[in-house]
C-alpha cells in the first residue's frame, strides 16, 4: 500500500464509507477547522494511542492521518505510532489540511479561529512577579543555582521589534535553591553578597540596556528568532552583550523571551577563584563561567 493518498483519492473513499480518518493535531486546531467525518487524536500528547482506539477500533479497516500542511513529521510520527500499535493500513494525505482546502473540498469547525498574536508597537513593562532570572556557578566539584529579582524593567517595541529598553537586577535578592541545608546556603549566600563576588553592599544593582535586535534567518517556532544587542552593567562596569532569544508575542497582548547564556564573570570584576587571575587556588577555584537564564512576561503599557 503506498504510504500517502491524494485529496481527491481520499474524497472518493469517504464517499464510499470505506476509511477511517484521523486528524492529529491540537484539540483546538482540531476545533477550528477540520475534514468532515474525521476524528482528532493529537500525536502530541501521550494518551494519542488511546484517542486513535476509540476513533478507529478496528485495527484491519483503512485509515487515514493528517496534519496541517504535510511538511513536518507530525502525520508521518502518528502513521509510526500507528503501526507499531499494529495498524496494519495506514496512510498520510498528501499535503495535509491545506491540501484539502487548495482542492476545493470542504472543512468544518465548531468555533471560530482565535487572531493571530502579533507584537504591537508601544512600551511593555516587565512583570517582575511572572519573570524569572536563574544561575547557575560550578567549581570542579559541584555546581550551585538560584535566583535574582527583576525589580524593574521596560521594553520599547518599534516595527515589530524590541529596540530600547533595560531591566534592572535587585542584587540583595539573590537566593540559593539547590543548599538544603540553611547554615550552608546562608554561607555561600553572604559569600556571593560580598566583595569577593557580587559587592552587594556597594552594587545593590545590576542592569542591562537594550540597544536593538534583529531577526534570526532560519528559525522556527521553540528556537532563538532575536540577536538581542546591549550593555550590562554590573559591579558598576559596562561592557557589551549579544546573545540569542526567543521571542514570542502572546495571543493575551503579553510579550514572552527566553534566553540562555554564559557570561565571563572576569569581565565585570567578579574575579575570586579564577584561575587566570590568582595561582594556587586548591578547593577554592571557581568556574569562570556563569550561566545565566532569563525567562520575561512583558505587558504592554496603559
Known amino acids: 500500500m503506498d504510504a500517502t493518498i491524494t485529496s481527491h483519492e481520499l474524497q472518493q473513499l469517504l464517499a464510499d464509507h470505506a476509511v477511517t480518518l484521523i486528524d492529529v493535531l491540537l484539540p483546538e486546531d482540531f476545533a477550528c477547522r477540520h475534514i468532515p467525518a474525521a476524528g ?3 500525536v502530541y500528547e501521550m494518551v494519542f494511542l488511546e484517542r486513535v482506539a476509540e ?12 496534519d496541517d500542511s504535510g511538511t513536518t513529521l507530525a502525520a508521518r510520527t502518528a502513521k509510526e505510532k500507528l503501526e507499531r500499535a499494529g495498524y496494519g493500513r495506514v496512510r498520510i494525505l498528501e499535503g ?18 482565535p487572531p493571530l498574536a502579533t507584537v504591537r508597537d508601544g512600551v511593555y513593562r516587565v512583570d517582575g512577579e511572572k519573570s524569572v532570572v536563574e544561575w547557575i556557578g560550578r567549581n570542579i566539584n559541584n555546581r550551585h543555582h538560584g535566583r535574582i529579582t527583576i525589580s524593574s524593567g521596560e521594553i520599547v517595541v518599534s516595527k515589530g521589534l524590541p529596540l530600547s529598553g533595560s531591566v534592572v537586577l535587585d542584587m540583595n535578592t539573590i537566593t540559593n535553591l539547590d543548599l538544603q541545608d ?21 552594587y545593590p544593582t545590576a542592569s542591562f540596556t537594550l540597544r536593538g535586535a534583529a531577526p534570526i534567518a532560519g ?15 554590573v559591579r558598576d ?18 510579550l514572552k523571551a527566553q534566553a540562555a547564556l554564559d557570561l565571563d564573570r572576569t569581565l565585570w570584576d567578579v574575579s575570586y577563584g579564577s584561575g587566570k587571575l590568582y595561582e594556587r587556588l586548591g578547593m577554592h577555584l571557581v568556574n569562570d563561567l556563569i550561566s545565566i537564564e532569563l525567562f520575561i512576561v512583558a505587558r504592554e503599557a496603559v
Request: aromatic residues 8%.
Open 96 to 113: 495535509g489540511l491545506q491540501a484539502w482546502q487548495a482542492s476545493g473540498f470542504a472543512v468544518e469547525s465548531s468555533v471560530a479561529a
Open 237 to 254: 562596569t559596562t561592557r557589551s552583550l549579544c546573545f540569542a532569544a526567543m521571542v514570542v508575542p502572546q495571543a493575551d497582548g503579553t
Open 219 to 233: 528559525s522556527t517556532a521553540g528556537t532563538a528568532n532575536l540577536e538581542i544587542a546591549g550593555l550590562l552593567t
Open 182 to 202: 540553611e547554615g550552608w546556603r546562608n554561607m555561600l549566600l553572604s559569600h556571593l553578597k560580598s566583595e569577593d563576588f557580587f559587592d552587594v553592599a556597594r
Open 55 to 66: 476513533c478507529a477500533p478496528d485495527r484491519d479497516r483503512p485509515v487515514v492521518v493528517y
Open 40 to 42: 482528532n487524536a493529537c
